[in-house]
């Protein structure tokens, strides 16, 4: 469901609301009940799930193998469970 961000065009409050696509605009602010307008977001951002790609993963050593990063995970002490390097 998409965020929508309105501003209240008398008294200046500014506040996110989830609606559905189909769903009427707003049109009075919660705090004083006057004229809303709805500002133009950035829509939704990029949601990336799972331990994700870099440039590591798949980049040749000098021998033409794969090579793995040996580097341990930052969050590893923290008890950070996403990576096969915490486990």
Avoid at 40 to 63: E, L, N, Q, V
Avoid at 72 to 83: I, Y
Wanted: net charge positive; hydrophobic share 20%.
């Amino acid at each position: 469901m998409p965020t929508y961000e309105y501003e209240c065009t008398d008294c200046g409050y500014v506040f996110d609301v989830f609606q559905n696509i189909n769903d009427k605009r707003l049109d009075k602010c919660p705090k004083c009940h006057k004229k809303l307008k709805r500002l133009i977001g950035s829509g939704s951002g990029i949601i990336f799930k799972g331990t994700g790609f870099y440039a590591t993963d798949y980049r040749k050593g000098s021998d033409g193998k794969n090579k793995k990063s040996t580097k341990p995970c930052p969050h590893a002490n923290a008890g950070c469970k996403a990576c096969p390097s915490a486990h």
